[in-house]
């Protein structure tokens, strides 16, 4: 899809359960796209799957 940028106040530590049944330890981030994705693309990778 392109480069990315961390958004700088989005680090979030959390926990997630694994596969195992345990918690982990994980950090969320959210990105932001350095260039647009076109609108037909987006579109596209969102539609619900049939």
């Not at 994980?26 to 932001?32: A, C, D, E, G």
Request: aromatic share 8%.
């Amino acid at each position: 899809m392109g480069d990315v940028t961390p958004i700088d106040d989005s680090f979030e530590e959390t926990t997630l359960v694994d596969d195992n049944n345990k918690n982990v330890s994980v950090v969320k981030v959210r990105y932001k796209m350095n260039h647009p994705v076109e609108d037909s693309i987006y579109e596209y990778i969102t539609a619900p799957s049939s």
